[in-house]
């Protein structure tokens, strides 16, 4: 992972970092630094997009959607999707023996596309600025691993 650029404006966001996750791929994240301790991630659900708060310092409920339809290659097509993310807890996490105060954030996300629901769990580390660690399952009998992002 590595910052392509800090500081930024970025859909209506002014203290953005953008972010390339490895070499081999041209995807890039953008995360915002909030006035008030929170982050937010800028979801690109091409064609559409939107800012997810994750609410590591109001510890507020935060709620993002997106609920459009659009034309994909002469075929109308109707895409929604609604996110929420709940502060759960602080806590300690050690990574390579080193005690980080990490806030615990609950990701719930539900798509039209495929039906499909999905539990997350991010662990945040307002002292580095970033996550440490991040789990996506699907709400089923089958779970799916999103990714897992530890630190070295």
Same mark, same amino acid.
């Given at each position: 992972?590595?910052?392509?650029?800090?500081?930024?404006?970025?859909?209506?966001?002014?203290?953005?970092?953008?972010?390339?996750?490895?070499?081999?791929?041209?995807?890039?994240?953008?995360?915002?630094?909030?006035?008030?301790?929170?982050?937010?991630?800028?979801?690109?659900?091409?064609?559409?997009?939107?800012?997810?708060?994750?609410?590591? $310092?109001?510890?507020? =409920?935060?709620?993002?959607?997106?609920?459009? /339809?659009?034309?994909?290659?002469?075929? &109308?097509? @109707?895409?929604?999707?609604?996110?929420?993310?709940?502060?759960?807890?602080?806590?300690?996490?050690?990574?390579?023996?080193?005690?980080?105060?990490?806030?615990?954030?609950?990701?719930?996300?539900?798509?039209?596309?495929?039906?499909?629901?999905?539990?997350? $769990?991010?662990?945040? =580390?307002?002292?580095?600025?970033?996550?440490? /660690?991040?789990?996506?399952?699907?709400? &089923?009998? @089958?779970?799916?691993?999103?990714?897992?992002?530890?630190?070295?």
């Amino acid at each position: 992972m590595k910052v392509v650029a800090s500081g930024i404006s970025y859909r209506g966001k002014s203290n953005a970092v953008e972010y390339q996750w490895n070499s081999t791929t041209s995807a890039v994240t953008f995360i915002n630094f909030e006035s008030d301790g929170d982050i937010s991630i800028y979801k690109d659900a091409a064609p559409l997009g939107t800012w997810l708060t994750f609410p590591i $310092s109001t510890r507020s =409920a935060t709620y993002a959607s997106v609920d459009t /339809t659009y034309v994909d290659n002469g075929k &109308s097509t @109707r895409h929604w999707n609604r996110d929420t993310c709940t502060f759960v807890q602080d806590s300690v996490m050690v990574i390579q023996g080193q005690s980080l105060m990490v806030a615990l954030i609950r990701v719930t996300q539900r798509y039209q596309q495929h039906g499909d629901d999905y539990i997350g $769990s991010d662990w945040f =580390a307002p002292a580095i600025g970033f996550w440490v /660690t991040s789990r996506l399952c699907r709400r &089923s009998a @089958r779970p799916a691993t999103r990714s897992r992002l530890v630190l070295a």
